[in-house]
């Protein structure tokens, strides 16, 4: 499959961090607009370049791409913008369908409230949707090492109905488990937005098992380490366990982003990445980008590298992305039209 056919197919994406999408000229031309100087070059491509080599850096220079592209999102003006530049980018890849996830409290160092946040995005959603047609919602994302999570739900729940669509919970997993949580969970929950937390991309099973039985987690973010919990015989899997035997039965989603696990070494390589023994086996797997920026990746690319590894075909890739609009959080009208008219024609699916 040649790249310009893979990115001409219909695409489906649930997992893709606002604050890690950036261009890299917005980032540099917001920077100018807010007055922050504490980027590490003022020279585009050089700046680039940076964000590039931060790929394979270390930990620490991948969380200070996030502290720089926060910082330049401090106005309703610029979350706008980043909003709408990240629709229109991802409709030029072909995605058809996108929850874009950002963390409202992480904006709100110059004035702006949560809900100012919110509203911003969803109106740069608004002007990507009426220019590509690009379907768009958002995920209202706490940090599991802070303590505002609760917040963050009540700041999301007037925008119910209105573009934001589910609850997550991001950061560091190991020491800060998820059902620390539980109040603002169980708020979510109980005005009807989705809980998608990530879990399982670099602690054990046990994180996986608290997110889904304690915190009532309808999807994973990643979840990859559930492999942990099954057998290999050669490179398909032969026995489930019982948290896994669960996830696979139960169609828990896993929003799979491959580029994003190898970067942060869950994984050593691609070949080692266990996207497609979990997709034979029977899990809904979807395949996600996580943070275009720094991981310099498009979903045209995700679609690529697990075509190429994993031997997928085209109608491998049409299942994969008519699961993902399955699991979406967004009105079911608007998925299902998307899987009739739009994904099923283009992939050939019966
Ligand atoms: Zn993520």
């Known amino acids: 499959m040649d790249r310009s056919t893979l990115r001409a197919l219909p695409k489906a994406l649930l997992h893709d961090h606002l604050d890690g999408g950036l261009r890299p000229r917005t980032v540099l031309e917001l920077a100018h607009e807010v007055g922050y100087d504490g980027l590490p070059t003022e020279d585009l491509d050089e700046l680039e370049a940076w964000f590039v080599q931060g790929r394979s850096g270390s930990l620490e220079r991948y969380l200070e791409a996030f502290r720089h592209t926060v910082a330049v999102m401090q106005t309703p003006d610029a979350v706008r913008r980043v909003a709408y530049e990240a629709g229109v980018d991802l409709a030029a890849d072909g995605v058809v369908y996108a929850e874009i996830r950002f963390g409202p409290s992480l904006l709100t160092e110059r004035g702006m409230t949560r809900e100012d946040a919110i509203e911003a995005t969803l109106d740069g959603f608004a002007a990507a949707t009426a220019e590509t047609g690009i379907a768009l919602y958002a995920i209202a994302t706490a940090l599991r090492h802070q303590t505002d999570s609760r917040a963050v739900v009540d700041a999301a729940i007037p925008f119910l109905g209105r573009g934001v669509v589910a609850f997550d919970l991001a950061g560091p997993e190991a020491g800060f488990p998820a059902d620390d949580h539980l109040p603002a969970c169980l708020a979510?929950?109980?005005?009807?937005?989705?809980?998608?937390?990530?879990?399982?991309?670099?602690?054990?099973?046990?994180?996986?098992?608290?997110?889904?039985?304690?915190?009532?987690?309808?999807?994973?973010?990643?979840?990859?380490?559930?492999?942990?919990?099954?057998?290999?015989?050669?490179?398909?899997?032969?026995?489930l366990g019982a948290l896994a035997?669960?996830?696979?039965?139960?169609?828990?989603?896993?929003?799979?982003?491959?580029?994003?696990?190898?970067?942060?070494?869950?994984?050593?390589?691609?070949?080692?990445?266990?996207?497609?023994?979990?997709?034979?086996?029977?899990?809904?797997?979807?395949?996600?980008?996580?943070?275009?920026?720094?991981?310099?990746?498009?979903?045209?690319?995700?679609?690529?590298?697990?075509?190429?590894?994993?031997?997928?075909?085209?109608?491998?890739?049409?299942?994969?992305?008519?699961?993902?609009?399955?699991a979406g959080f967004g009105p079911w009208p608007v998925r299902r039209r998307l899987i009739d008219d739009v994904v099923r024609p283009a992939y050939e699916l019966v």
């Open 188 to 239: 979510a929950r109980d005005v009807g937005l989705g809980i998608t937390l990530h879990a399982g991309e670099a602690d054990d099973l046990r994180s996986i098992w608290r997110a889904l039985a304690l915190c009532g987690s309808q999807r994973i973010g990643h979840g990859v380490r559930i492999v942990d919990d099954t057998e290999f015989d050669g490179s398909a899997i032969s026995g």
């Open 245 to 326: 035997t669960r996830v696979r039965d139960h169609r828990i989603p896993l929003e799979v982003c491959i580029t994003s696990n190898i970067q942060t070494g869950a994984f050593p390589d691609a070949a080692r990445h266990p996207l497609g023994a979990l997709y034979r086996a029977g899990f809904v797997t979807t395949l996600n980008t996580d943070n275009r920026l720094m991981s310099g990746v498009g979903m045209t690319d995700e679609f690529a590298l697990a075509a190429e590894t994993f031997d997928l075909t085209v109608q491998d890739l049409g299942r994969i992305t008519e699961m993902t609009l399955r």
